[in-house]
């Protein structure tokens, strides 16, 4: 059984991560809050309040390329009814910039009429880049960027230290090792978090996420899972791990599937957009 909300993980980079934002923060003008889009409230750490206190953010709902479009509408609905400012972006194949720097105006409007009225020159906004670790936080400043300048890879933790880079002419932006907070309170917000990519695999059962994603796709998204495995609405009641390693020839000697083997192919299929795109909650089941 996974148990996420018993395991202590705080590794020594995030500790060093969380004291680096609170130094920096008197040096930025807003906070980027970015989240996964197939997750927004999963992906969100509920230690960023504290730790930003009053400075103005904005959500940044990355990889809405994974995410399905009509509950992505959802949530950037559900941000507005809340008067929290959040777009919604695709870093990957798109080019975000306009409607970040935009956004980014608009709530820092109050800074350049303080800078006008003190007669001083325009100057860029400083943002600092914050999320859980594989959210594309270094995705995401390199669309900014214009360059690859940020590491990038589909692992957590790849970004160690903190790094300024220039957007344009009026943008200057600080990315961020990803932070985790220290255990699991909610068991489904490690198994979302799992699904999606956002926990090193070391932490969970792969068999337990994937039976978990499956059942969530046989729920939300049947038709996804038939058209990619060939599995009826009506033995999804079924061992659905072996049943994809059945369809797939995940067997051992002897013809015993070999379930971990099938687990982590719908990982990784899930997490790379072969089954379609997926969202693993959406605002009206969380409220």
């Not at 705080?10 to 996964?36: N, R, T």
């Not at 390199?142 to 300048?149: E, H, I, R, V």
């Not at 994937?210 to 046989?218: D, R, T």
């Not at 079924?238 to 059945?246: A, P």
Request: net charge positive; glycine share 6%; hydrophobic share 40%.
């Amino acid at each position: 059984m996974i148990v996420m909300n018993q395991i202590q993980w705080y590794p020594g980079h995030m500790a060093k991560a969380k004291k680096e934002v609170i130094e920096k923060l008197s040096q930025v003008d807003i906070v980027y809050e970015l989240l996964d889009a197939r997750a927004p409230f999963s992906s969100a750490n509920p230690m960023l309040k504290d730790i930003i206190g009053d400075k103005p953010r904005l959500v940044v709902m990355n990889k809405i390329d994974l995410a399905d479009p009509k509950t992505t509408e959802i949530f950037m609905a559900y941000f507005a009814s809340k008067g929290i400012p959040a777009v919604a972006v695709d870093s990957l194949n798109g080019s975000p910039l306009k409607t970040i720097l935009a956004k980014t105006k608009t709530i820092l409007a109050y800074l350049k009429e303080k800078d006008l009225r003190k007669g001083l020159s325009p100057r860029p906004f400083r943002a600092m880049v914050v999320g859980i670790p594989n959210v594309g936080k270094s995705q995401f400043i390199n669309s900014l960027a214009k360059k690859a300048k940020a590491k990038t890879g589909n692992i957590p933790g790849i970004t160690k230290q903190q790094t300024y880079l220039k957007a344009g002419k009026e943008l200057e932006l600080l990315d961020n090792p990803g932070i985790l907070w220290p255990k699991f309170e909610d068991r489904i917000t490690g198994l979302n978090l799992a699904l999606i990519g956002s926990i090193k695999e070391e932490i969970y059962q792969a068999e337990e996420v994937a039976a978990y994603g499956i059942k969530l796709m046989s729920e939300n998204y049947p038709e996804l899972l038939f058209a990619r495995y060939g599995i009826r609405k009506d033995i999804v009641n079924k061992d659905m791990v072996s049943e994809i390693g059945r369809v797939r020839g995940c067997l051992l000697p002897g013809g015993i599937i070999d379930r971990e083997r099938a687990a982590k192919l719908f990982l990784n299929e899930f997490r790379n957009n072969r089954l379609g795109r997926i969202s693993v909650e959406r605002p009206d089941a969380n409220v």
